[in-house]
């Protein structure tokens, strides 16, 4: 090999079909991923940052806030398989160290803001922890002056 990335081997065309299937999804939203990602993108909800069709093991996330290790789903009209299928994804997702919020595309499309609170309230389960680190740092700061 001449030290140049070989872009013909299994591992690389497997990444190019994860990359196709994701381009695919992200492609064919519903409408409910489609107003929701207006609400995430961009770092708009308290400037954590979402990803769309994010792998995760073998399944695709809705939407994924990687530093926070969450996962939002939606989910639309379901029949007994696809709860299991739903179910399923939640257990591998967990796995990962993922916590997955589930809403239903009707709410996303009806009570957005009531989504974008909950959601934000996850998220802010994180920071307390955080604030305390910070706090005694900063008291750390203020008595070594």
Known sequence: MNGEDDTSGPLSRSRERVRGRARTLRENATDAETLLRYHLRDRRLAGHKFRRQRPIGPYFADFACLDAKRVIEL??????????????????????????????????LTQIDLVREQILQTLQ??????????ERE????????
């Not at 009209?77 to 796995?95: I, N």
């Not at 389960?125 to 910070?134: C, D, G, I, Q, Y």
């Open 138 to 145: 900063q008291d750390t700061k203020d008595t070594s002056k």
């Open 125 to 134: 389960a994180l920071t307390p922890a955080l604030s305390r680190t910070r």
């Open 75 to 108: 989910d639309g009209a379901q029949h007994s398989e696809a709860v299991a299928y739903d179910d399923a994804r939640t257990r591998a997702m967990e796995s990962e160290g993922f916590r997955v919020l589930r809403f239903w595309n009707n709410e996303v």
